[in-house]
């Protein structure tokens, strides 16, 4: 059974930080891309970031680039976000997913970011 | 960026009735484009990738149509359980993928 697990949301305060994480089973974890998409309460889907399978390339949304930074770790199966210098306009249940023909998706981790 | 725009925001019909929903894109992006559904509290759900494919376990009442700028997701008969929000996504010009600002399928 496959299974996208996130973990490492929070409550923070504009400009902070925060790590996401994403454990992954079932499925051969580093031959495929992994994302990140976000969804702000009551709002639409927002896609976040993309890393390759090998690791090796590396995709950002305007509103995330240069302050968020996706990377993975294929001996471990799991997929990081870190988010630095976080805005209220960041706050959002994040998802995980592998997208394709065939979607996984975790079931999110929520980021409030509020002083 | 390739601009998704769905119509409309809201559908409200009974259940046993035909839904037609349409996402429409501000470039072609061929046949690259998805549906999703996603229920409160839940995760999306692929329903359809590449226009007209069904993801694996999606029943057939669900169909997908279109190529270029002009997308209908047709469900044949409302279901009880298929009353939620409805995302389109392009995958055809990325990065970005973008994401239409989803349909609500209401019940009347």
């Known amino acids: 059974e496959v299974q996208l697990l996130e973990s490492g949301g929070g409550l923070v305060q504009p400009g902070g930080s925060l790590r996401l994480s994403c454990a992954a089973s079932?499925?051969?974890?580093?031959?495929?891309?992994m994302s990140w998409v976000r969804q702000a309460p009551g709002k639409g889907l927002e896609w976040v970031s993309t890393?390759?399978?090998?690791?090796?390339?590396?995709y950002y949304a305007d509103s995330v680039k240069g302050r968020f930074t996706i990377s993975r770790d294929n001996s471990k199966n799991t997929v990081h976000l870190q988010m630095n210098s976080l805005r209220a306009e960041d706050t959002a249940e994040y998802y995980c997913a592998k997208i394709g023909v065939v979607d996984y998706w975790g079931q999110g981790t929520l980021v409030t970011v509020s002083s | 960026e390739v601009v998704l725009t769905q119509s409309p925001a809201t559908l409200s019909l009974s259940p046993g009735e035909r839904a037609t929903l349409s996402c429409r894109a501000s470039q072609s992006v061929s046949s690259s484009l998805a549906w999703y559904q996603q229920k409160p509290g839940q995760a999306p759900r692929l329903l359809i990738y590449?226009?007209?494919n069904r993801a694996t376990g999606i029943p057939a009442r669900f169909s997908g149509s279109g190529s270029g700028t002009d997308f209908t997701l047709t469900i044949s008969s409302l279901e009880p359980e298929d009353f939620a929000v409805y995302y389109c996504?392009?995958?055809?010009?990325?990065?970005?993928?973008?994401f239409g600002q989803g349909t609500k399928v209401e019940i009347k």
């Open positions: 996504q392009q995958r055809n010009n990325w990065p970005p993928w973008t």
């Open positions: 079932g499925f051969t974890f580093s031959s495929y891309a």
């Open positions: 890393i390759s399978g090998s690791g090796g390339s590396t």
């Open positions: 590449d226009a007209s």
